[in-house]
């Protein structure tokens, strides 16, 4: 069993920056994916971000691109990620995965482990 607990989620303003951080526990995850998820009101979750844990390969979708980042700390079993010039359509509810396996994937449905979400609020 693998314990995700997500932290850092909070309201800011259009424009700033918010870094979110998924500790984890219970087993080695060296050789797991780690992943970012976020679902807003109404809508089906999405893909993120993911990395590997190791080496640290990292992939990050379209849609954030450019702003966001993921990023991991071996020592601290946390996984982070960053987010700068946030936009009201980045509201939602981001969601920590880890995936037994160090193969990439955007979908949520293969990952084992899932934190129990951190509520991310963008204003205008």
């Known amino acids: 069993q693998v314990q995700l607990v997500e932290s850092g989620g909070g309201l800011v303003q259009a424009g700033g920056s918010l870094r979110l951080s998924c500790a984890a526990s219970?087993?080695?995850?060296?050789?797991?994916?780690m992943g970012w998820f976020r679902q807003a009101p109404g809508k089906e979750r999405e893909f993120v971000a993911a990395i590997y844990w190791t080496p640290g390969k990292t992939y990050t979708a379209e849609s954030v691109k450019g702003r966001f980042t993921i990023s991991r700390d071996n020592a601290k079993n946390t996984v982070y990620l960053q987010m700068n010039n946030l936009k009201p359509e980045d509201t939602a509810v981001y969601y920590c995965?880890?995936?037994?396996?160090?193969?990439?994937?955007?979908?949520?449905?293969?990952?084992?482990?899932w934190g129990q979400g951190t509520q991310v609020t963008v204003s205008s």
């Open positions: 219970g087993r080695t995850i060296s050789s797991y994916t």
């Open positions: 995965a880890a995936k037994g396996s160090l193969v990439m994937s955007t979908q949520g449905t293969t990952y084992d482990y």
